[in-house]
């Protein structure tokens, strides 16, 4: 039963029954301590970024480890010891490596998606004539992971990683011509088409690139890239 408003709590640190520990909980207090009405909605949040914080710690140690062996040879083991977390914590977040490296590519990926933001988002549009910053941006970010880029993509490479990876440029060239031409679906050669050939071309320069013992700088690649792929966004460049 609840307490009238002007009801007083007992003296701090006799709170002993339930129910009067239910009855302080009522009006908000325990102990004399005020509880804040949005406290369980503090806890998820904290929670949530723990659970962020885990899942970042166990990508980032995989990928630091895939710049120096083949993924495949990689063990849970050898993940969570670099992480410095514990197996079982592990497996409350994935479901086996497979899982966590699928995760990690998408989070790699998704820092790549963010030198594209404006152009997605149709507030500053590709030129033909132009080499616009998101692809300039876009190889300086390969550049800072060279190392990993280079072995996820090399001879010896993922092939999950570079099927993810194409198909996130297949899907960022569609979101882009819609940005850019929005009313027209080229047939001569249709969109899949250009949406291939600008991934697989972006992805054999950026293998090309990081494989030379002196690479070009991001700014050269990507005059090259965008000379060499800019017809697959404008019919007449």
């Known amino acids: 039963m609840l307490q009238s408003p002007g009801a007083k709590l007992p003296p701090r640190g006799q709170v002993r029954s339930t129910h009067a520990v239910k009855w302080a909980r009522n009006i908000g207090v325990i102990g004399g301590r005020q509880l804040e009405i949005g ?3 503090a806890e998820t949040q904290v929670l949530d970024r723990r659970v962020r914080r885990t899942r970042r710690l166990l990508s980032d140690s995989l990928l630091t480890l895939a710049r120096e062996r083949d993924v ?3 063990t849970i083991h050898q993940i969570t010891e670099h992480a410095d977390i514990n197996r079982a914590t592990f497996y409350q977040h994935f479901r086996d490596k ?4 699928a995760q990690a590519i998408d989070q790699l990926i998704a820092d790549l998606r963010i030198e594209c933001q404006d152009v997605l988002a149709g ?3 590709l030129d033909a004539e132009v080499i616009h910053p998101s692809v300039v941006g876009t190889f300086r970010q390969i550049r800072k992971h060279a190392v990993l880029f280079r072995q996820l993509l090399g001879k010896d490479g ?6 993810r990876l194409r198909q996130h440029l297949e899907a960022l060239f569609l979101e882009s011509w819609k940005a850019i031409h929005p009313e027209i679906t080229p047939t001569d050669p249709p969109l899949g088409v250009r949406a291939r050939t600008a991934a697989s071309g972006t992805i054999g320069i ?3 690139w990081l494989e030379q013992p002196d690479p070009e700088t991001p700014e050269t690649i990507a005059a090259w890239s965008w000379r060499l792929l800019r ?3 404008f ?3």
């Open 231 to 233: 017809t697959t966004y």
């Open 72 to 74: 495949s040879t990689i």
């Open 158 to 163: 993922s092939m999950i990683f570079a099927t």
């Open 39 to 41: 406290s369980s909605m």
């Open 123 to 125: 507030t500053d549009l």
């Open 98 to 101: 497979d899982d966590l490296f």
């Open 206 to 208: 950026v293998s090309w």
């Open 235 to 237: 019919t007449d460049a």
